[in-house]
């Protein structure tokens, strides 16, 4: 089966980031210059550009043309620390519960927060941590099986993916993107939320030295936490 013009594009452009040929806040083609290049309409041009602008790979500037979305953070960076050690310091009760560990393959926005190709396998999990039995932040964590082999082996009641990525691949350096959201009803399940109360969104991605480890998701509800501090380097995810 002959694959889609568009898609081909997308692919081209998502390759291109994947590999860093073109870096963050690059200028990328315009729709007359992909559709010369893969002799296609500027209607199906403008379709993969606007696709990968919907998934947040690319942003577009009215005048001035579009380009590779940053994965940089947009506040202040914060203090990378596990989060049972913080419940334990507040003289909590700290535990986890897994709600997913399996091993699926990458889609766009997944391969280039991971800096892989599109469709290789990565590792994911969705945990709740729990303080006093009561829910405190859903985690979902993707992680490049490259730099740790056993993540799906791991019995995440005992140790946080924090503490295990510590040991195995060294924090190097990281981004955040904080946020308030809403969330929606499969998040309000698993926090236990009545309704749907205000949450606060950390994006975070964590480098080793030899590349991207990680890409996680936390959320948590704003009347239960806050973040604060600065980072700083401990050899932790």
């Known amino acids: 089966m002959t694959t889609p013009k568009f898609a081909q594009i997308k692919q081209f452009i998502v390759d291109k980031i994947s590999s860093a040929t073109w870096q963050e806040n690059q200028r990328v083609p315009s729709e007359n210059e992909l559709s010369n290049q893969f002799a296609v309409s500027r209607m ?4 993969a550009l606007s696709e990968l602008t919907e998934a947040g790979i690319l942003t577009r500037s009215q005048g001035l043309g579009t380009f590779v979305a940053s994965f ?6 914060l203090e990378i620390k596990n989060i049972a050690d913080e419940v334990k310091e507040r003289n909590g009760n700290y535990s986890c519960t897994v709600l997913a560990l399996e091993s699926l393959p990458a889609i766009t926005s997944i391969a ?18 729990n303080e006093n ?50 969330p929606n009803k499969q998040m309000c399940q698993w926090l236990n ?43 932790n995810n």
């Open 44 to 47: 199906t041009a403008r379709r």
């Open 72 to 77: 940089k953070s947009q506040s202040s960076l």
């Open 112 to 129: 280039i927060a991971l800096g892989i190709k599109v469709n290789s396998t990565v590792y994911r999990s969705v945990l709740l941590h």
């Open 133 to 182: 039995a009561r829910p405190l932040q859903v985690e979902e964590r993707f992680v490049n099986p490259a730099f740790a082999t056993q993540y799906l082996q791991q019995n995440f009641t005992l140790l946080t993916p924090h503490e295990y990525l510590s040991n195995v691949a060294p924090l190097t350096q990281a981004t955040h993107t904080v946020e308030a959201i809403m």
């Open 193 to 235: 939320l009545s309704s749907q109360e205000p949450c606060l969104q950390l994006i975070r991605r964590t480098w080793s030295s030899n590349g991207i480890v990680s890409y996680a998701r936390l959320v948590s509800p704003g009347s239960k936490y806050r973040l604060g501090g600065h980072l700083t380097f401990k050899n």
